[in-house]
């Protein structure tokens, strides 16, 4: 059974900082691609970041720049570290991998 275990989510101020945690069981990271997603009110689910079995990383233009994608092969665990957060960051962030999806982690940026 896979479980993918997001955390770290929260309320921040515009400008801020907060790093999401995937924690992945049943499956490794290592040995397959990563992608974090968010999910707005009203909106369609978009692509964040990806991290492939090869650290290869790619991010969405909206976060280029502002967010950091990482993996700790130890914890089997997969990290969105999120930096100058905005309001039109608020959305709830879900981790995907091989088709299975975690249960999401809210993030609020507000002042």
């Known amino acids: 059974q896979v479980q993918l275990v997001e955390s770290g989510g929260g309320l921040v101020q515009p400008g801020g900082s907060l790093r999401l945690s995937c924690a992945a069981s049943?499956?490794?990271?290592?040995?397959?691609?990563m992608a974090w997603y968010r999910q707005a009110p009203g909106k369609q689910r978009e692509s964040v970041a990806t991290?492939?079995?090869?650290?290869?990383?790619s991010y969405a233009d909206s976060v280029k720049g502002r967010f950091t994608i990482s993996r700790d092969n130890a914890k089997n665990t997969v990290y969105l570290q999120m930096n100058n957060l905005q309001s039109e960051d608020t959305a709830r962030y879900y981790c995907f991998s091989t088709g299975w999806w975690g249960q999401g982690t809210q993030v609020t940026v507000s002042s």
């Open positions: 991290i492939t079995s090869g650290r290869s990383v």
């Open positions: 049943g499956i490794s990271l290592r040995a397959n691609s």
